[in-house]
């Protein structure tokens, strides 16, 4: 197994764990000075593994090692490079490294594939500066809005602006998108963020399915008042219209096999001790296997939400955020990782991802396939996220031999 080059991943990724806009935890927005110091390791280690590296016009980073032929398709192996807020160090990162280390071992053995290798590493998947997840992935494969410039962070800076100030060019990135005929397939490795390969005891398997997502954002509407002088039978409290749709969320999904149901951010205004809340805002995040059964989810919450509004005396603002329908990755892509399981000695299994994947996105442009790594507890999107040396190298070498069976 390539123990050496996994115990470079493991370097790197904690590496670049350090790398973050506040003291204390990790957290990376996308088109940040954190993220420009990321770009700048990986681009010292792309570029002494032989790549060719650019940034596209959106900000992904790019390392490109060529074919041994001309007119060559492309393998693309990417995740993202942004994180969520107190975030872990494996969480997308862990796949663009060990992209890099399957490209460095193909460097220092002075070969090269009759089909071009790139590694990208994704400027923003997980939205947190600008709540619109994917901008990176949907600029290659051709489904990028363009009314995603207009959104803005929590300062007032647009996408457009944020992408300039990075080196980007947002009036260039529909020039992006990729030819379906240039592109031989992409490919991500990730955590697996549950718990399913350690109660296997396997350290990789093959992701059928990646869930779909609904998120919407909702917003209370009551009166603010006197916390000592409105009398409780006469009040209109936000908050407690919010904390009622939040039980009721979790109570629902519940009931629903396979529903997972979050409320992750909860803001109250005007947001004082003693002042009866007059507004309370708040994300739903909605996903299942099956598409039906999520928008079924969908409008029974939107259904409750109106109801618990109209019972308490408050309007109610519901706003659809994001939509990413359910995926069924490659089945080509899928039995080509599973035989290179198998050939490394272990038992090829598959199983769904609950998690969105920039392979979701990409799957509209390419073959797609996800190869989950074990991960500690299940633990993601929590700087407990932990891996082993030793699935770090089967995670390598089961990619190397999906691409050595894809070269023929």
């Known amino acids: ?185 992409y490919l991500e490795v990730h955590i697996e963020q549950d718990t399913n390969l350690e109660r296997m005891n396997l350290p990789v398997a093959v992701v059928s399915t990646i869930a779909g997502i609904s998120r919407a954002t909702l917003t209370f509407m009551g009166t603010p008042g006197h916390a000592g002088t409105m009398a409780m039978d006469q009040r209109h409290d936000a908050l407690c219209g919010a904390s009622e749709f939040v039980g009721a969320v979790e109570s629902y999904a519940r009931e629903i096999s396979g529903l997972m149901a979050t409320v992750g951010e909860l803001c109250v ?3 004082s001790r003693n002042v009866i809340p007059g507004t309370a805002t708040l994300s739903l995040d909605l996903r299942h296997q099956d598409d039906q059964a999520r928008l079924s989810a969908l409008a029974h919450l939107h259904w409750r939400a109106r109801a618990i509004a109209s019972e308490r005396g408050l309007s109610l603002r519901w706003d659809e955020a994001q939509v990413q329908g359910g995926t069924t990755m490659a089945p080509d892509m899928r039995n080509r990782l599973s035989a290179a399981i198998g050939a490394a000695g272990y038992t090829p299994v598959e199983m769904p991802s609950g998690a969105c994947h920039d392979a979701s996105v990409m799957s509209g442009i390419t073959d797609s396939a996800v190869l989950f790594v074990r991960c500690k507890g299940g633990m993601s999107h929590n700087p407990a996220e932990s891996v082993t040396l030793e699935d770090v190298a089967v995670a390598i070498g089961v990619l190397e031999r999906f691409m050595n069976d894809l070269a023929g």
């Open 1 to 185: 197994m390539p123990v050496d080059h996994a115990q470079i991943v493991l370097e790197r990724c904690s590496k670049l764990g350090t790398i973050s806009e506040e003291e204390g935890r990790l957290t990376r927005r996308s088109f940040t000075p954190a993220m420009r110091s990321v770009y700048g390791l990986i681009t010292g280690w792309m570029r002494a593994a032989g790549m060719v590296i650019h940034e596209d016009c959106i900000g992904n980073l790019v390392g490109t090692y060529t074919a041994n032929r001309s007119a060559a398709r492309t393998l693309i192996i990417g995740s993202h490079l942004d994180t969520v807020r107190d975030a872990g160090k494996f969480d997308g990162i862990l796949g663009v490294m060990i992209g890099l280390a399957v490209v460095e071992r193909l460097h220092q053995a002075k070969r090269r594939l009759p089909f071009a290798i790139e590694v990208v590493g994704f400027i923003d998947q997980e939205g947190l500066r600008f709540g619109s997840s994917f901008l990176g992935s949907r600029v290659l494969a051709g489904s990028f809005d363009p009314a995603a410039l207009l959104l803005h962070d929590e300062n007032g800076t647009t996408v457009a602006d944020a992408v300039r100030e990075f080196g980007g060019h947002p009036d260039l990135i529909v020039q992006e998108a990729r030819r379906r005929q240039t592109l031989l397939g």
């Open 269 to 271: 205004a005007p947001g």
